[in-house]
C-alpha cells in the first residue's frame, strides 16, 4: 500500500507564497498520477494539480493556474505544491493523493491514496 503525509501548511498573508510537501512511502512506484485537492469550509473537495510520474506532464485547475507550480522529486518519494500570490479564497485544506492509473482525471473519487491534509490559512 501507499502512505501519502502532508506538511507545510500554515498562516500566510495574502500575496504570500507556501510549499507544500507531500512525502510518500509504501509501494510508491504504483503511483503513476499525484496531485492535491483542496477543501475550504463549508464546500466540496475540489481539485488543484496533478502531475505524471516522470513529471512531464502537469494540469492545474483554473482557479490556481499562474500562481501554483507543481513538482515531483521521484528519488526522495515527494511532491510538493509551491504556491504563490495566495488569496484568501485558497484557504482551505490541502490533500495529497496519488492514484495508479495512467488516465488524467480531476475526481476526486478517481484516486486511491489520500493524506491526511494541512491546512492552509491566508488572511487578507
Keep these: 500500500q501507499v502512505q501519502l503525509v502532508e506538511s507545510g501548511g500554515g498562516l500566510v498573508q495574502a500575496g504570500g507564497s507556501l510549499r507544500l510537501s507531500c512525502a510518500a512511502s509504501g509501494r510508491t512506484f504504483s503511483l503513476y498520477y499525484m496531485g492535491w485537492f483542496r477543501q475550504a469550509p463549508g464546500k466540496e473537495r475540489e481539485f488543484v494539480s496533478t502531475i505524471t510520474w516522470s513529471g512531464g506532464d502537469t494540469y492545474y485547475a483554473e482557479s490556481v493556474k499562474g500562481r501554483f507550480t507543481i513538482s515531483r522529486d521521484n528519488a526522495k518519494n515527494t ?13 482551505a485544506v490541502y490533500y495529497c493523493v496519488g492514484r495508479k492509473s495512467y488516465v488524467l482525471s480531476s475526481s476526486s473519487n478517481d484516486y486511491t491514496y489520500w493524506g491526511q491534509g494541512t491546512q492552509v490559512t491566508v488572511s487578507s
Design 79 to 91: 511532491m510538493y505544491l509551491q504556491m504563490t500570490s495566495l488569496k484568501p479564497e485558497d484557504t
